[in-house]
Structures are given as structure tokens and as C-alpha cells.
């Protein structure tokens, strides 16, 4: 297991936690809200808000995390937009939500709004070259497999 700090900012906040652990358990935690904030309708101004979850993380220099869509909310169009997580970010965690739908839609204290994927941090060298190698996909990019 990792271990990662996490500071309480209100009272409201509830700390990520795994709705299945154990061998089989989920690949991310759930991050909750701590205040109250409507969405307005897709298209509106405000259908787009940071929704504050109340806590903030302490990460070791080796690991971040991705915020996720809960797949649920994501159904009834409700996603998420950006979301990562830098080891040396310690603010409030706030969770970007956009709704999709052509109705408003309230967010309360202790509704679950993302996921946290903790990633392990790897800095690569980018390094500037004249020419790529062959790959079989080469430049196919998006329907390129004719799905």
C-alpha cells in the first residue's frame, strides 16, 4: 500500500475511501463533496463548476493521482474535466464537473463526484529526433482499426 496524507478542511469533508478492497477491490477511490453546487443545464453558464471535496493530499515525490469519472454519473451525463494530481500540489482537492444534460443538477455534502487513481510518477527525458521507428499502427490515429 501507498501511504498518502490527507487533511480534513471542513467538517463536511470525508476522506477517499474503496467501495471494494481486498485482491479483486477498485482501481480508484471516491472522492466526495463537501459543499452544496448546481450544475446549471448543458450549453448554460454554470453548467460547469470546481466542486470542492474538503481535503488535501500528501503525496510522496514518487506518486500523483488522475481524478476519474464515476462511470454511473458519467451514464446520466455528468463527467468530469481534467484532473491530475502533482505530488508537490498540496490545495484543496476540487473536482471539476460538467453537466451534459439539458436539466439542472444538484451536487450535495457527501454525494460521491470522482474517482482517485493514484499513479506512480515517472519523468521521462523528451528528446528530439529527425525520424520516429516503424510501428504496424504508424500515424493510424482515431477509427484507424474500422470500429
Not at 498540496?90 to 439539458?102: C, D, F, M
Request: hydrophobic share 40%.
Amino acid at each position: 500500500m501507498v501511504p498518502i496524507q490527507v487533511k480534513k478542511l471542513t467538517a463536511t469533508a470525508q476522506l477517499p475511501r474503496y467501495a471494494h478492497t481486498g485482491p479483486f477491490g477498485d482501481l480508484a477511490a471516491d472522492l466526495y463533496a463537501s459543499e452544496s453546487v448546481t450544475l446549471a443545464p448543458a450549453g448554460e453558464s454554470g453548467s460547469t463548476a470546481a466542486v470542492p471535496t474538503g481535503i488535501a493530499l500528501g503525496f510522496a515525490a514518487t506518486h500523483g493521482a488522475l481524478i476519474e469519472d464515476r462511470s454511473g454519473l458519467a451514464l446520466r451525463g455528468i463527467t468530469t474535466l481534467a484532473g491530475v494530481i502533482d505530488p508537490g500540489y498540496r490545495g484543496e482537492l476540487r473536482i471539476v464537473l460538467t453537466n451534459l444534460t439539458p436539466s439542472s443538477v444538484d451536487v450535495r455534502p457527501g454525494d460521491r463526484i470522482a474517482q482517485l487513481r493514484i499513479v506512480e510518477r515517472i519523468e521521462a527525458a523528451f528528446e528530439e529526433v529527425s525520424e520516429l521507428s516503424q510501428s504496424a499502427r504508424g500515424a493510424g490515429g482515431f477509427g484507424s482499426t474500422g470500429q
